[in-house]
């Protein structure tokens, strides 16, 4: 089978590997129809993190079950499923209190592999969430939109949750990549009246007005947190989304927060930043994994096939597996917010 490879920061390869197998009881094997790259892979094929050179990669991805281990009762041969780069076990503390992305029961895959012909899952009887039908009976558009259940869409909700947002808020969100855009849609979903998006590409910003945001902040550093308390009448959100991970994102969602706000976190963060801000002004700050499977099943896949959300908007290039590397270069280069990998025909 064919999967990509991380080769050196700047270089990927498509390399033929023996297909995977069972090993454990509560495995499944899944045919990958599509996949894609996450922002969150820039950071190691930038250099910015490390990574083993030779490893695979990706985690997000949507396919057909192939294989089932015997303990595997929910998910059978054939069914067409969603694979989140979470693999709660379903039964833990954390998955109990929904948060499987912090699952107490960690696997050994979870981070690597989706970007390829077929996929290895762990504790597939829980994590894996099935979607009705076949992928013949939903449009290209569709199928996109699945996609993003996987990470992108769930990690914005997720950035939402975090900041309680709630009916009638004014949200801010910092980040206008696939994250921060799908944030702007968990805000609408949780009620937020207002939503300000932080966005200096035309694009993005775009996007984001259809998505729901009632308001675009194109300036940069002071004068972006300057506009921000102009258009809250010097108050500041009551919620933020830091959907970026740099230590002047999280510094800036605490100069536009009111006090007594809370910033929710999802942007992997590189360097830890001083909390003496968000001190100073009661601003609590939470977050981290994304509950991809908890917010599918109970939310987000309803969502997305009563057709009320099509986050798979992001989407804006397509490769097939044997130009991952354009693919990654694409969004190095920003000239897509998200970059689509169709590895299989339905």
Known sequence: MKAAIFVKPGKMEIKEMSKPKIQKSTDAIIRILRACVCGSDLWWYRGISKRESGSTVGHEAIGIVEEVGKDVV????GDFVIAPFTHGCGQCAACRAGFDGSCLNPTESANGGYQGEYLRFEQANWALIKIPGKP?????????????LADVMATGYHAATSAEVKSGDTTVV????AVGLCGVIGARLRGASRIILMSHHEDR???????GATDIVSERGTDAIKRIMELT??????SVLECVGATSAIKQAGQVARP?????????????PSSNTLFW?????????????????????????????NPGKIFTKRFDLDHIQDAYEAMDKREAIKSLIIVADK
């Open 74 to 77: 929910a998910i059978h041969p």
């Open 136 to 148: 013949q009976d939903y449009s290209d558009a569709q199928l996109n939109n699945f996609l993003t």
């Open 174 to 177: 910092i980040g206008d990549g």
């Open 205 to 211: 910003a775009k996007l984001g007005l259809e998505f």
């Open 233 to 238: 009448n010097d108050n500041g959100a009551d």
């Open 260 to 272: 007594g706000a809370v910033v929710g976190r999802v942007g992997v963060p590189q360097i830890e």
């Open 281 to 309: 002004k009661n601003i609590g700050l939470r977050g981290g994994v994304a509950s991809v499977t908890t917010y599918d099943k109970n939310l987000l896949l309803d969502e997305v096939l009563k057709e009320n959300i």
